[in-house]
Each structure stands twice: as structure tokens, then as C-alpha cells.
């Protein structure tokens, strides 16, 4: 089809102007799916054999705008949204689900609760003597990951810039050899010996 020879340039044929965005115009069923696409995208986390998807936010006011979406925050949104269920409460677990939250925000909650919640872990190893295959930084990693079962209140806090004490810490040994002609020696938690920072606190933590 010809254009009109004194048609302004952007009209369309005929001489009728042609109308903004009605070349990116969608019917209106078109946008109602992308809409829901959109929709699911927010809600909706995905398992899949290799692994999770769609695990990312559009926390940007405009990433659904071409499909008239605000985006925005809304704190009474997400209050009326978001709920925790209690599944499980005892003296030593909580178990619960989280509705209704994105994944940063999950993962900020299960760092505060790490950070918050008192517990007795190895923070400093003295090693006087390796030869084993084990680097001394990574066997210091690794006794820093093995769980202690011990009652936090027994403790005092201790401040970050003191020395260690009968009174906020407790120490460990851990003494292992392999014999020639042994292949290998397995080392487990159930190795490790507690050896009493004081006579006070033997008597206290026996």
C-alpha cells in the first residue's frame, strides 16, 4: 500500500494521523496472560531437576510496566500476605514455614537467626603438629564446623577483645596417628577430649 503523497510523515494511509503505540498495542487477552506470567513470576518458586528457578525478585517498580503492573512496594500488602506457621515447637527445635516472602527475606531471617541464637563452637585452633594431607587452615575449618553439644547459659559472653577464661570458654584436644602400613585413619568428633580450663570448671561441667 501506497502512502498518501501529502500525507505528513507518521500518518497513516488516507491522511488519518497515526494513533501513538498502536504499533505495540496487545489484544486484551494477550495482556491478561502476561499478566498472569508476570503474577507467577512474583509467587510462585519453581523446582526442576537441575535445580531451583525463578528464585530472583523484580523488586523494580517498572519491571512490569510495558504491561501496566506497578510494582511498587506496599507494606500493607505484604503484611496482609505474609505468615508463619508453627509446624513443630520443643525445648531444643522450632520448625516453621514462611508464606508469602520473597527469597532475599527469607535468607535475612535465617541469618539473624544464626547470628542471634547463642551457640558453642570452636573459634580458635593451636595446631603443634600436622603431617597429614590436610592443610592446618582447612583441619581448623573444618573442627570449626563440628556441632557441640553443650548448654550455652553455662557460659559468660566473652568480650571480643579478652582472652579466653575458665568462665566463657571450654577447650578441646584432638590427638590422632596413623601407623605405618596403615592406609588411612578416620577422625571423628568422638575424638576430640575436653580437657578442663580449671578445677572450678571440672567440677561444674562434669
Known amino acids: 500500500m501506497k502512502r498518501d503523497r501529502d500525507a505528513p510523515a507518521g500518518a497513516a494511509p488516507g491522511g488519518y494521523p497515526a494513533s501513538a503505540g498502536a504499533a505495540s498495542s496487545r489484544p486484551p487477552k494477550e495482556n491478561a496472560a502476561s499478566g498472569r506470567r508476570a503474577k507467577e513470576e512474583q509467587e510462585v518458586l519453581r523446582l526442576t531437576t537441575e535445580g531451583p528457578a525463578n528464585v530472583d525478585t523484580k523488586d523494580f517498580c517498572g519491571a512490569f510496566a510495558a504491561l501496566d503492573i506497578d510494582n511498587s512496594w506496599d507494606t500493607a500488602e505484604f503484611k496482609s500476605g505474609f505468615s508463619i506457621n508453627i509446624t513443630k515447637f520443643t525445648d531444643v527445635l522450632v520448625e516453621f514455614d514462611m508464606l508469602g516472602i520473597d527469597p532475599p527475606l527469607a535468607n535475612a531471617f535465617r541469618r539473624i537467626l544464626i547470628a542471634e541464637v547463642p551457640t558453642v563452637a570452636i573459634s580458635r585452633v593451636t595446631v603443634y603438629q600436622n603431617t597429614g594431607v ?13 556441632p557441640i553439644k553443650f548448654e550455652p547459659d553455662l557460659l559468660e559472653w566473652k568480650p571480643s577483645d579478652a582472652d579466653f577464661t575458665d568462665q566463657d570458654s571450654v577447650m578441646f584436644t584432638l590427638q590422632a596417628k596413623c601407623e605405618h602400613g ?11 577430649c575436653w580437657k578442663p580450663l580449671s578445677e572450678e570448671q571440672a567440677k561444674a561441667l562434669k
Open 134 to 146: 590436610v592443610h592446618d587452615e582447612n583441619l581448623a575449618h573444618r573442627l570449626g564446623l563440628v
Open 182 to 192: 596403615s592406609d588411612k585413619i578416620s577422625v571423628y568428633s568422638k575424638d576430640l
